[in-house]
């Protein structure tokens, strides 16, 4: 019978202790991280002008055969202009094609934006409405898609790409992708 | 006079003929769906604040978009449909039950269970108790 006491004794303890521990994964989790359902699938269909040559179209079929990086900015975004330094350096470093996507702006502000900071990107296209940003399930700038050879989304980043992201998630990630076959 | 016609005119709540202006629909109900829709969809830029609530750019868009899609004539679970494949669950104030949300719904239920457990052994204790004292001695 003092088994049954002493269960009788530590289980509120138990419970007690797992609903600390619960919470306290729960302080760290970033609510503003919303997960993507599009992981693992194809990037929506899109096409869009490009902010240099609004004659010409850029598709889904423009990032097929690569590991492919795009990235959703504008003029107006405060953090855009934080992560610009390391789009450079990454753009420069890495062997990515490197898409952007100008999301509802200025197209005179962009090209005096890159004029002005310099551009990382291979491609740009203008997304002037925001839809294909809503198809594609952004909800903030920047964020970042990283597609591979076939096209399909396999990570996004939200919020600006800084060392330690870049360092931890996007490189290794690029690397693994880049030897995976078309 | 003047006075009480001037407070008479400032009581009139004028976001009343506001909301109207930006999306006009041609019946009541389509009207009533965009106003049912827009409040149980979060607004992912500031999540307590519904797609209605919200005056962020993203939740403007949106609106415009359950706006256009009610115009096309696509049902509610097209609509949200469409929103959930694009942004996932977490746009819905209301979880849907999945493998993910199984603690979330059935959570109090368990909790309510274990109570009604716990009294249940209380009662009997106590009854127990009151028949004999010497109950210590029985555990």
Redesign the interface.
Known sequence: ?NL??KIYFTLPLIIFAMIILILWRGLKLN??Q?????INKPL?HFALPTLFDEKKIVTNEDLMGHVTLVNVWATWCEACAEEHNALLELAQNEHVFFLGLDY?DDVDAAKKWLAQRGNPYQMIAVDYA??VA????V??TPETFVLDKKGMIRYKQIGPIDTDSWEKKLKPLIAQLRNEPI | MKKIIIIFILCIPLHLFAADDFYPFETPVEQNRFAALTSQLRCLVCQNQNLAESNAALAVDLRQQIYQHIQQGQSDKQIIDYLVERYGNFILYRPPFVAATWGLWLGPLVFLLVGIVCLLFYIRKTATSTRSNNFEDKV
């Open positions: 019978m049954l006491k609510p503003a919303v997960p993507s359902p599009l929506p509802k925001g839809t809503i198809d594609w399930g909800y903030g």
